[in-house]
């Protein structure tokens, strides 16, 4: 206990300080990265999966195998499937890309059926009613369910994001020096594993608790109403 | 021949027939009305007819054309000149009543934008909403709302007008005003076919009434045939009881 | 591209990898109730709990929905010995991840509760129940059916949850993945046939919690 009070000056040293808030950032950098490309992959799979005929009947196989296969993959094993496969292509890309590839992956499976849900919390009839009137699957997208849907899109995917932020946590197995990395080599330096990982905590903790309230915000905001008002 | 022409059509929802073996014709400026009990198939009828539903058999003519409702561009062409409004208004809540108007005329038709808010101004003027063009659908009665799904369907300048049960959800006291702005829709010559449960607009209205029963024509002829002297049991069975109500 | 996939020695040791795949399972099913339990008793404290006992429930909550549960056991299992506390590494994974559990678990619990409309236990209390048995007969079932849904989706992400066990030398379905590969150097076909294992015991037990919810407590739930 007292060893751990004599190390607090040494450990909040300018140079590790620096270290770990870069890592911090190196944390919110793969999470914003991964699911914003997440996102834009689940939101096309999610529109795959409105096609209707035999036409896209392949496409849209695919994508519910897709959905379905890395909904049920744990993050960990994912990022070393993507890392081995990776490297058997002999591609020569950075620990960071592979887990920002794996984190994209996940995040575009669970994404899409957040995306799907909302879609289908808009009435069936007003698409009844587009379809009368010869909009097209795009059409009606575009100009009728999202312009709704996106509210209640919006809250779940921001929740994604914000459980996200500490599943990246599991990318430090790969050597990407993000926060948990950072943590692990404060303790191989010889600083108390109290303070590595205690640093690390407080900082997942500073990073997530405001994003949290503010999702619970969104959530507040957008959740009452689909409507707009005027 | 013919304008609209419907040969033995069938439809079927599972293992549940819905439409079984449907013949019947419109002409020109004729208003065909359905009626019969709930279940009946009349708003499967108008389901089927704008492809919402799909057809097991039987054939639909429009002006000659022969539609193979599983040739979509056959199917478009015939949205294109059928328009259908429905009980529930499925009126676009993302939009205001302008905009739900002249929407699918600017998208689906690609007609110039001032053109079409010209006539979407028009046509919401004509239902008697020409102060409400920049109002949300959620702000409207029911009354109001089903003009607007009135006007966004007419702004498509379709052949033919389909009525689904457009008064059903409305609270009594608004039923007239929506079937004002149809009687108005009839004396232009717009040929339609409504599905209604207001008998004595039916009876006021109609060219020609269709009775139907667990989803076949009865019994087919002018209002005061199938009113005042129905040939048919079941038919005569169902205006007993909607008469003595 | 000068790699070629061979499965065959991976397929020999699938026996191996498939008991690893139980240990999963059953560290899930341990973390998972563990978790209920510590979810009922912090709901309760949320809610009727008064300042003091809401007050800690809610700093345990807001605390571990808001960090890794990596981190939470890198913390149990290499911090917690300054303090004389030495866990070996399954129980400090179990500890971990039941405490982690049992916060998403409050969460989950405190809404269902709160679900419940006044007028159904008035409706229970008018037919003549006395306290206990609305609080059997109505109350539980209703929290039960209502919640079962996200409750069985919890289920499954613990369950994947359940792999980072491997970092901390467990012989979970990961950590048997990553000694076969020290052993072979089969990368690729490990992990491959690793994630077949965990899509199989997520659909086995997805297929299961569906049909459950389904027949036994007429929960509203889609499998797709």
Redesign the interface.
């Known amino acids: 206990m007292h060893s751990i009070f004599g190390q607090l000056p040494r450990f909040l040293s300018y140079y590790n300080l620096e270290f770990i808030l870069q890592a911090a950032l190196t944390t919110l950098l793969l999470s914003i990265s991964g699911c914003v490309f997440g996102f834009i992959f689940g939101f096309g799979i999610a529109v795959l999966r409105e096609t209707t005929g035999p036409l896209w009947l392949p496409l849209r196989a695919a994508a519910v195998l897709f959905v379905e296969i890395f909904r049920r993959i744990p993050f960990l094993v994912t990022l070393f499937l993507v890392f081995y496969a990776c490297q058997a292509l002999n591609l020569d890309i950075s620990v960071f890309a592979v887990a920002v590839a794996s984190t994209c992956i996940i995040g575009a499976a669970f994404l899409s059926e957040v995306v799907r849900t909302g879609f289908d919390a808009i009435p069936s009839q007003e698409r009844e009613a587009a379809a009368a009137m010869n909009f097209t699957l795009a059409q009606t997208l575009f100009l009728i369910v999202i312009p709704q849907a996106w509210r209640v899109i919006l809250p779940p995917t921001f929740a994604f994001f914000l459980s996200f932020i500490k599943d990246s946590a599991l990318a430090s197995q790969l050597g990407v020096v993000e926060l948990t990395y950072s943590a692990k080599v404060m303790n191989n330096k010889g600083f108390s594993p109290v303070l590595g990982f205690g640093a690390a905590l407080i900082l997942y903790f500073a990073i997530s608790y405001p994003l949290a309230r503010f999702g619970l915000y969104l959530e507040q905001r957008l959740g009452f109403s689909r409507y707009r008002k005027p | 021949m013919d304008f609209l022409g419907i040969e033995n059509l069938k439809a079927r929802y599972g293992e549940h027939v819905v439409l079984n073996d449907i013949s019947m014709t419109v002409e020109k400026g004729e208003i065909v009305s359905l009626i019969g009990p709930s279940g009946s198939g009349k708003s499967s009828l108008l389901r089927a007819l704008v492809g919402l539903l799909p057809v097991e058999s039987g054939e639909v003519r429009l002006n000659g054309e022969i539609i193979n409702y599983r040739d979509k561009q056959a199917v478009k062409r015939l949205r294109d000149r059928l328009a259908i409004v429905f009980q529930q208004y499925n009126l676009f809540q993302n939009m205001d009543v302008l905009r739900n108007v002249m929407l699918a005329p600017m998208k689906v038709k690609g007609w110039p934008r001032e053109e079409c808010e010209r006539e979407a101004t028009a046509l919401l003027e004509k239902v008697g909403l020409g102060a409400k063009l920049h109002v949300y659908p959620d702000q409207l009665s029911g009354g109001q709302q089903q003009r607007v799904a009135l006007a966004r369907a007419l702004a498509l300048r379709p052949e033919i007008l389909l009525l689904d049960e457009v008064t059903s959800a409305l609270d009594p006291e608004l039923v007239n005003e929506v079937l004002d702005s149809i009687r108005l829709l009839a004396s232009e010559g717009m040929t339609m076919i409504i599905v209604s449960h207001e008998m004595a607009f039916v009876r006021e209205v109609s060219s020609r009434v269709s009775m139907m029963a667990a989803g076949s024509i009865v019994e087919i002829g002018t209002p005061d045939e199938i009113f005042q002297n129905p040939k048919h049991e079941r038919a005569r069975d169902f205006v007993g009881k909607i008469l003595h109500r | 591209?000068?790699?070629t996939l061979q499965f065959g020695q991976v397929i020999d040791r699938l026996p191996y990898l498939a008991g690893g795949a139980w240990l999963s399972l059953l560290l899930a099913t341990l973390a998972f109730f563990g978790g209920m339990i510590i979810g009922v008793f912090g709901a309760m404290a949320k809610l009727f709990g008064g300042r003091i006992l809401a007050g800690i429930a809610n700093i345990y909550v807001?605390?571990f929905?808001?960090?890794?549960?990596?981190?939470?056991v890198?913390?149990l299992y290499?911090?917690l010995?300054?303090?004389g506390i030495i866990l070996p590494p399954f129980e400090a994974v179990l500890i971990g991840l039941t405490l982690n559990s049992g916060a998403y678990l409050t969460e989950i619990q405190r809404a269902g509760f709160l679900s419940i409309h006044r007028n159904e236990v008035e409706a229970a209390e008018t037919i003549g129940l006395s306290q206990m048995q609305s609080v059997w007969y109505v109350i539980v079932p209703h929290i039960v059916r209502t919640l079962y849904p996200s409750l069985s989706n919890q289920y499954?992400l613990i369950t994947?949850?359940?792999?980072?066990a491997?970092?901390f030398g467990v012989e979970e379905l990961?950590g048997r993945?990553l000694s076969l590969n020290a052993e072979t150097f089969r990368?690729?076909e490990i992990?491959?046939i690793?994630?077949g294992l965990?899509?199989a015991i997520?659909?086995v037990a997805n297929v299961l919690l569906v049909f459950l919810g389904r027949y036994y407590f007429r929960a509203r739930m889609r499998l797709?």
């Open positions: 591209m000068n790699y807001v605390f929905t808001n960090t890794p549960a990596l981190v939470q890198y913390f290499f911090a010995p300054s303090f499954i994947l949850g359940t792999s980072m491997a970092i990961t993945a990368s690729i992990f491959v690793t994630a965990y899509i997520t659909l797709f």
